[in-house]
C-alpha cells in the first residue's frame, strides 16, 4: 500500500475546512432556491417605487407605504404591524412646472424642495436675478427690496455639467486642472458672497421671503450627469425650486448678459396638518427562544426628488424579502425575528431611536441586527461594530453563506462602533450587536443618494437579490445558534485627544418634527 503523505493530509484537512465537501444545508439550499426561482424583489419595487412614490416623512405616501407593508406581510402570514412613535408636519407635494417664458420659451428640468409652500392654485410670472456681490451685510439690507417680486437665484453657476470622471477620460491634463482651479476659486467667491449677505444658506431664503421675493430658485448639482440633490425648503410662504444644472446655467448667464429671463412657476403643495409617524414591524414568532431576538432592519422613509429606490427602498425590498422567504422555508426560528422598517431616518435615526428607547426588553435579548442603507450594491462589507467577539459568530454565520456571495465580502473585527449613519448605529449605542451589510458603491453618492435620479431603473436586481438571500441566511443562523451572542465592547483606540475612545452614547429621537 502506498503511504498517504502527512503533507496530503494537511491539505485535505485544509479544504474542508474551507468548504470544500461542506455538509449541505437544507435551509440554506431552500433559502437560495427560492430567492433565484420565486423573487419577488421586482414587483415589490415596482409596487413601492413607482405606484406609491417617495416617502418623505409626514406624507400620505409615507402612511400609505406602512399599510402597504403590513398588507404585505399578512397576505406571506406574517404577523406586522405599524408602531406609532411621533408626529411630523404633514406636507404633500403637488406638480412643480416651471418654464421660461422671455427671452424665449422654455420648459424648464426642475421642482419645488420639500415642504416648499405652493403658488396657491395660480402660476406665477416673474423675472429671475441673480444673488448679487454686495460689500457687506449693511450694503445687503440697502439691496433688499430690489428682491420685491423676483425669483432670486442663490446657487452658484457650475462652471461645468460635466462630472469630473468625464473630464479626466477626455480632457487635456492641463485644461482639467484649469477647469478645477477656476473652479475652486468660484465656489470660494460665491461662499464669500452668501456670506457678505450676513446671512447663512438656511436664512437667507427667509430673509428674500421677508423682502417680497416671489421665490427662490437654486440648483444643487450633485456631480453627476442629470443629478441633482433635492431636500427640504426654508420658506415660509413662497415656493423654493430645484433647477437643473442645465437649466439654472442657461437663466443665469442670460441674466448676466442683461436678457433679464422671466419664468413662470406653478408649484402645488398642500400643508396636511399634524401626521402621525410609524414605524412598521413584522415578526415570525420563536418557538424555542421567542423572547431572544433577530432583527433585520431598513429604514422606510426616503426624500422626495426620485423615489427613493436605492435609499432605502432597495433596503426596505431586501428585507421583506427576506422576511418572505424564511416564512417560508424556516417558519419555526428558534429565537424570534424580527423586521423593523423605520420612519424618519433621514431627520436623524428617529424611528430606530424611538424603537430602542420604547422596547428596552427587545433590546436587552437582540442577538443580532442587520441593517442595510447603502444603494444597491452587493454587500462587500461587515464591520465588527467594535464588539470584541463579533468575529466569532459573525464569522461562523458567514460560512453558511454561498461561496458566490460572500466571497466579495471583506470583514473588520471588531471594528469601530458606528455613531451614524444608518439604523444599526441606534441599536450599536445602546449595547446591541448590530451590523451594517455594506454595499458596493455602484456611484450611490453623485447619482442617486437623495437625488432625483433615484428611481426604479437604477435598482441592480441581481445585486439586490443576493442582499436578500445573505440577509435570509444571516437571520437564520443567528436564530439557530446555540450560544447567546457576547456583547463585550473593544477597547477603542485612542481618540485625537490621546484620550481613550467612547462608546456612542444613545440618542434620543424627535418625536415633533417640522412643527413650530
Ligand atoms: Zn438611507
Same mark, same amino acid.
Do not use: C
Given at each position: 500500500?502506498?503511504?498517504?503523505?502527512? =503533507?496530503? &493530509?494537511?491539505?485535505?484537512?485544509?479544504?474542508?475546512?474551507?468548504?470544500?465537501?461542506?455538509?449541505?444545508?437544507?435551509?440554506?439550499?431552500? &433559502?437560495?432556491?427560492?430567492?433565484?426561482?420565486?423573487?419577488?424583489?421586482?414587483?415589490?419595487?415596482?409596487?413601492?417605487?413607482?405606484? &406609491?412614490?417617495?416617502? =418623505?416623512?409626514?406624507?400620505?405616501?409615507?402612511?400609505?407605504?406602512?399599510?402597504?407593508?403590513?398588507?404585505?406581510?399578512?397576505?406571506?402570514? &406574517?404577523?406586522?404591524?405599524?408602531?406609532?412613535?411621533?408626529?411630523? !408636519?404633514?406636507?404633500?407635494?403637488?406638480?412643480?412646472?416651471?418654464?421660461?417664458?422671455?427671452?424665449? +420659451?422654455?420648459? =424648464?428640468?426642475?421642482?419645488?424642495?420639500?415642504?416648499?409652500?405652493?403658488?396657491?392654485?395660480?402660476?406665477?410670472?416673474?423675472?429671475?436675478?441673480?444673488?448679487?456681490?454686495?460689500?457687506?451685510?449693511?450694503?445687503?439690507?440697502?439691496?433688499?427690496?430690489?428682491?420685491? @417680486?423676483?425669483?432670486?437665484?442663490?446657487?452658484?453657476?457650475?462652471?461645468?455639467? !460635466?462630472?469630473?470622471?468625464?473630464?479626466?477620460?477626455?480632457?487635456?491634463?492641463?485644461?482639467?486642472?484649469?477647469?478645477?482651479?477656476?473652479?475652486?476659486?468660484?465656489?470660494?467667491?460665491?461662499?464669500?458672497? =452668501?456670506? $457678505?449677505?450676513?446671512?447663512?444658506?438656511?436664512?437667507?431664503?427667509?430673509?428674500?421671503? $421677508?423682502?417680497?421675493?416671489?421665490?427662490?430658485?437654486?440648483?444643487?448639482?450633485?456631480?453627476?450627469?442629470? *443629478?441633482?440633490?433635492?431636500?427640504?425648503?426654508?420658506?415660509?410662504?413662497?415656493?423654493?425650486?430645484?433647477?437643473?444644472?442645465?437649466?439654472?446655467?442657461?437663466?443665469?448667464?442670460?441674466?448676466?448678459?442683461?436678457?433679464?429671463?422671466?419664468?413662470? +412657476?406653478?408649484?402645488?403643495?398642500?400643508?396636511?396638518?399634524?401626521?402621525?409617524?410609524?414605524?412598521?414591524?413584522?415578526?415570525? !414568532?420563536?418557538?424555542?427562544?421567542?423572547?431572544?431576538?433577530?432583527?433585520?432592519?431598513?429604514?422606510?422613509?426616503?426624500?422626495? /426628488? /426620485?423615489?427613493?429606490?436605492?435609499?432605502?427602498?432597495?433596503?426596505?425590498?431586501?428585507?421583506?424579502?427576506?422576511? !418572505?422567504?424564511?416564512?417560508?422555508?424556516?417558519?419555526?426560528?428558534?429565537?424570534? #425575528?424580527?423586521? /423593523?422598517?423605520?420612519?424618519?431616518?433621514?431627520?436623524?435615526?428617529?424611528?430606530?431611536?424611538?424603537?430602542?428607547?420604547?422596547?428596552?426588553?427587545?433590546?436587552?435579548?437582540?442577538?443580532?441586527?442587520?441593517?442595510?442603507?447603502?444603494?444597491? @450594491?452587493?454587500?462587500?462589507?461587515?464591520?465588527?461594530?467594535?464588539?470584541?467577539?463579533?468575529?466569532?459568530?459573525?464569522?461562523?454565520?458567514?460560512?453558511?453563506?454561498?461561496?458566490?456571495?460572500? *466571497?466579495? #465580502?471583506?470583514?473588520?473585527?471588531?471594528?469601530?462602533?458606528?455613531?451614524?449613519?444608518?439604523?444599526? *448605529?441606534?441599536?450599536?449605542? *445602546?449595547?446591541?450587536?448590530?451590523?451594517?451589510?455594506?454595499?458596493?458603491?455602484?456611484?450611490?453618492?453623485?447619482?442617486?443618494?437623495?437625488?432625483?435620479?433615484?428611481?426604479?431603473?437604477?435598482?441592480?436586481?441581481?445585486? +439586490?437579490?443576493?442582499?436578500? #438571500?445573505?440577509?435570509?441566511?444571516?437571520?437564520?443562523?443567528?436564530?439557530?445558534?446555540?450560544?447567546?451572542?457576547?456583547?463585550? $465592547?473593544?477597547?477603542?483606540?485612542?481618540?485625537?485627544?490621546?484620550?481613550?475612545?467612547?462608546?456612542?452614547?444613545?440618542?434620543?429621537?424627535?418625536?415633533?418634527?417640522?412643527?413650530?
Amino acid at each position: 500500500m502506498k503511504k498517504i503523505s502527512p =503533507l496530503f &493530509i494537511l491539505l485535505f484537512l485544509l479544504l474542508v475546512q474551507s468548504g470544500f465537501g461542506q455538509t449541505k444545508d437544507p435551509v440554506v439550499e431552500s &433559502i437560495v432556491k427560492e430567492a433565484t426561482e420565486n423573487s419577488q424583489l421586482e414587483k415589490l419595487a415596482h409596487e413601492l417605487m413607482d405606484v &406609491i412614490g417617495p416617502r =418623505l416623512v409626514g406624507s400620505p405616501q409615507m402612511m400609505q407605504a406602512h399599510e402597504w407593508a403590513v398588507a404585505k406581510y399578512k397576505s406571506w402570514n &406574517i404577523t406586522a404591524k405599524n408602531e406609532k412613535w411621533g408626529e411630523w !408636519r404633514g406636507w404633500e407635494r403637488g406638480v412643480s412646472h416651471i418654464d421660461m417664458v422671455s427671452p424665449r +420659451v422654455k420648459s =424648464l428640468e426642475g421642482m419645488q424642495l420639500a415642504w416648499s409652500p405652493g403658488t396657491g392654485g395660480k402660476t406665477v410670472t416673474a423675472e429671475v436675478m441673480i444673488l448679487p456681490d454686495v460689500a457687506d451685510s449693511v450694503a445687503f439690507q440697502k439691496w433688499l427690496p430690489s428682491a420685491k @417680486g423676483k425669483f432670486v437665484m442663490i446657487s452658484m453657476n457650475q462652471p461645468t455639467g !460635466r462630472p469630473d470622471y468625464n473630464w479626466q477620460e477626455f480632457a487635456t491634463k492641463e485644461s482639467f486642472e484649469k477647469m478645477k482651479k477656476d473652479r475652486d476659486v468660484q465656489t470660494e467667491a460665491w461662499a464669500n458672497r =452668501l456670506k $457678505k449677505t450676513g446671512y447663512t444658506t438656511r436664512t437667507l431664503p427667509v430673509a428674500l421671503e $421677508k423682502a417680497g421675493a416671489a421665490g427662490i430658485v437654486m440648483s444643487y448639482w450633485s456631480k453627476g450627469f442629470g *443629478a441633482n440633490k433635492i431636500f427640504g425648503a426654508y420658506t415660509k410662504t413662497i415656493p423654493t425650486v430645484d433647477i437643473s444644472l442645465e437649466d439654472y446655467g442657461l437663466l443665469y448667464r442670460l441674466s448676466e448678459s442683461g436678457h433679464t429671463p422671466k419664468i413662470s +412657476v406653478r408649484a402645488d403643495a398642500k400643508e396636511t396638518g399634524v401626521s402621525t409617524t410609524f414605524n412598521t414591524i413584522g415578526e415570525i !414568532r420563536g418557538t424555542e427562544k421567542p423572547d431572544e431576538y433577530v432583527m433585520l432592519s431598513a429604514h422606510f422613509d426616503s426624500w422626495d /426628488g /426620485g423615489t427613493g429606490a436605492t435609499d432605502n427602498g432597495t433596503g426596505t425590498i431586501v428585507m421583506m424579502e427576506a422576511m !418572505r422567504i424564511l416564512k417560508k422555508v424556516y417558519p419555526n426560528p428558534k429565537r424570534t #425575528i424580527l423586521v /423593523g422598517h423605520w420612519g424618519s431616518e433621514e431627520q436623524g435615526l428617529n424611528g430606530s431611536r424611538a424603537f430602542v428607547e420604547d422596547h428596552p426588553e427587545i433590546v436587552k435579548n437582540i442577538q443580532a441586527v442587520f441593517n442595510q442603507d447603502n444603494g444597491t @450594491g452587493r454587500v462587500i462589507n461587515i464591520s465588527g461594530q467594535g464588539f470584541l467577539n463579533a468575529y466569532d459568530y459573525i464569522g461562523r454565520w458567514l460560512s453558511k453563506v454561498p461561496e458566490s456571495i460572500k *466571497a466579495p #465580502i471583506e470583514t473588520r473585527f471588531p471594528g469601530a462602533p458606528g455613531a451614524g449613519g444608518s439604523d444599526y *448605529a441606534s441599536f450599536v449605542a *445602546a449595547g446591541a450587536p448590530a451590523f451594517s451589510l455594506s454595499s458596493l458603491n455602484w456611484s450611490y453618492g453623485t447619482y442617486t443618494w437623495h437625488t432625483n435620479r433615484d428611481t426604479y431603473d437604477k435598482i441592480v436586481f441581481d445585486d +439586490v437579490r443576493s442582499n436578500a #438571500i445573505l440577509a435570509a441566511i444571516m437571520a437564520y443562523q443567528a436564530s439557530e445558534d446555540p450560544v447567546k451572542t457576547s456583547r463585550e $465592547k473593544s477597547i477603542l483606540p485612542l481618540n485625537a485627544e490621546g484620550k481613550p475612545g467612547a462608546w456612542p452614547e444613545q440618542r434620543k429621537p424627535i418625536r415633533r418634527g417640522g412643527l413650530d
